[in-house]
């Protein structure tokens, strides 16, 4: 399977249906009044945590997801169908950011725990929704409000108790592989392993525990040299580490040192991550090499390992003091802060922009007033003095007398072409 950590999609919620301006025509039901059904109200989108995912690839495929719109409204005061709300599934480990503000907007650590990042429209009234004692017969209705448009970035980060890192070809694939039944390429040459592998090792009780295999890291790795830098996300959210380090080489000590500045300069949360020493390819030096390399790397740390993950030798040792401190170590708290996301319930779509098309025509163009437009009839003098009022709530005939606007002359809003005119407008 590929892997894909990082990715950005656009996603669109439906837009609201608009309501219907109607009557009742039936016979012996001698004026049936307004009847004109409300519009359905779009979809919305959420962000789902799945567990069964383990990498953002799907994305890289389709990245563009809208719902449905919702049905206009009806004759006899049936309402339009509400559009179905749009699932989208992201793996555990989903951070999601706003692209236009930069907040991060949720983080997804919990199979099946999602958030909406986009809400549908509301549904325009129907004209029987406006008839009062006063008003019997309102020759209007409202239209849908708009979707909400949004880009997103997603960042995956890997929900893993315990990290094998080091330098390439140290050996964490071929332990992995020994200790779970992840399936990583192993090969004798350094960056055999291109993405972070996971798998789950059995303890003696008979649960579990989940190990990423991180690729391997070299000096610069946090600078963004080598593979590593693209992985480091990874082992933030891990319990504690396990640092394997090839005793083969001339100088192990001098490796583990620069792994562990590599991660300082990452993040100093993760440098301060409790870490078991790992000296791997044991079966490869002779004793006095064991006893020299045991005695260096104990003056770091009490918790030091002799293994062969080739072998097996010394690797059930190390798997009975992993479980110790899985039980032990909690999982870390996330730092991440997680923004209040007003954004995905923002259907507000009033801007509106006035130009001067030519010598005595003017265009009104947004999105609100557009949808106004739309649900208007120019042959129906009270729906044209509605949309007026609406209008001028909204600072619409201002602005027109602000760009210079004269009698007579021509606005052109949507569909609809009306003459201007200071105290009153004819279609």
Not at 24 to 29: A, L, T
Not at 81 to 108: F, H, M, W
Request: charged share 25%.
């Amino acid at each position: 399977m590929q892997f894909l950590d990082k990715t950005q999609i656009k996603i669109i919620s439906g837009r609201g249906g608009n309501g219907m301006v109607a009557w009742r025509r039936e016979k012996y039901v001698d004026k049936g009044g307004p009847a004109g059904g409300d519009g359905g109200s779009g979809g919305d989108i959420f962000l789902v945590a799945d567990e069964n995912m383990s990498t953002l690839m799907d994305f890289k495929y389709k990245s563009v997801f809208k719902a449905e719109n919702g049905e206009n409204g009806g004759i006899k005061n049936m309402h339009g169908r509400c559009a179905k709300n749009l699932y989208i599934k992201v793996p555990v480990g989903t951070v999601v950011r706003d692209l236009k503000s930069g907040n991060i907007i949720a983080d997804l650590t919990q199979h099946e725990q999602q958030v909406l990042v986009a809400k549908g429209g509301r549904g325009g009234r129907g004209n029987a929704r406006f008839a009062t004692a006063q008003k019997r017969a309102p020759q209007f209705c409202e239209p849908g409000e708009p979707g909400i448009e949004r880009n997103l970035e997603l960042e995956l980060k890997l929900i893993a108790d315990v990290g094998l890192l080091g330098m390439p070809n140290a050996g964490k694939s071929t332990l992995i592989s020994r200790i779970s039944s992840a399936k990583p390429k192993i090969a004798d040459y350094p960056f055999t392993t291109l993405v972070p592998n996971l798998g789950v090792v059995k303890k003696r009780s008979g649960d579990g525990y989940v190990v990423a295999d991180i690729p391997g890291l070299i000096e610069g790795a946090s600078e963004g040299v080598g593979l590593g830098h693209d992985f480091l996300r990874h082992v933030e959210r891990c319990r504690f580490l396990v640092h394997i380090v090839d005793a083969t080489v001339e100088q192990p000590l001098l490796n583990y040192n620069i792994i562990n500045q590599e991660l300082l300069k990452h993040s100093h949360k993760l440098a301060q991550l409790y870490q078991i020493i790992a000296l791997n390819k044991i079966d490869a030096i002779d004793q006095n090499k064991k006893n020299q390399l045991f005695s260096e790397f104990r003056k770091l740390s009490e918790d030091v390992f002799l293994i062969s993950a080739v072998t097996g030798e010394n690797v059930d040792k190390l798997l009975d003091f992993m479980a110790l401190k899985v039980d032990q170590i909690e999982k870390h708290s996330s730092d991440l802060v997680v923004e209040e996301d007003f954004d995905a319930y923002n259907n507000d779509d009033s801007n509106y922009v006035v130009y001067k098309a030519s010598k005595d025509v003017f265009i009104v163009d947004g999105g609100k007033i557009k949808r106004l437009a739309a649900v208007t009839d120019a042959r129906n003098k009270e729906q044209i003095i509605r949309l007026q009022n609406i209008l001028t709530g909204m600072g619409v005939f201002d602005e027109l007398k602000n760009q210079g606007v004269k009698n007579g002359d021509t606005i052109v809003i949507g569909h609809l072409e009306m003459e201007y005119f200071e105290d009153q407008m004819y279609s």
